[in-house]
């Protein structure tokens, strides 16, 4: 199955891995999984980190390539088409960081590994938690 690692997960993954839910512990740890990381994620956790809203991300983003590595996921470049999904997709969610992610789940065939559930409302993308 493949799989687009949400903000979140990355950082509770790698960090206090007892707050994934047991579905998303088994997801991780199960190897014929694709996993997939957006380099929205970096992106996402630098912003926050630097606004002082995850300090605790420090030690990822000092770490983020062998991170990555250890988590055994595969990096999902942004490419055009994602970038023109995620504006027009037909959704009032307005985070671009989720959209984003949505598209490129939704693009690559594949399931988004989130607890957030302002996900579960947009046709087409399938949320696992």
């Known amino acids: ?3 687009l690692l949400d903000t979140h997960v990355v950082l509770w ?7 994934l839910s047991q579905t998303a512990r088994v997801l991780l ?3 014929d999984n694709e996993l997939l990381l957006s ?3 970096a992106w996402e956790l630098t912003i926050k980190h630097r606004h002082g809203k995850l300090p605790e991300a420090q030690p990822l ?7 990555r590595g250890d988590l055994l996921a595969e990096p999902l470049p942004i490419c ?3 970038s023109l999904l995620a504006g027009s997709l037909d959704w009032a969610h307005k985070d671009p960081f989720d959209r984003m992610l949505a598209a490129q789940t939704m693009l690559a ?5 989130s607890a957030d559930r ?12």
């Open 1 to 3: 199955m493949r799989l």
């Open 13 to 19: 993954a790698t960090r206090s891995p007892e707050t």
């Open 29 to 31: 740890a199960e190897t």
């Open 39 to 41: 380099p929205v994620v």
């Open 61 to 67: 983003l000092a770490a983020y390539s062998t991170v």
């Open 80 to 82: 055009d088409e994602h």
């Open 109 to 113: 065939g594949a399931a988004l590994v």
């Open 118 to 129: 302002v996900f579960d409302g947009l046709p087409g993308l399938h949320r696992l938690w």
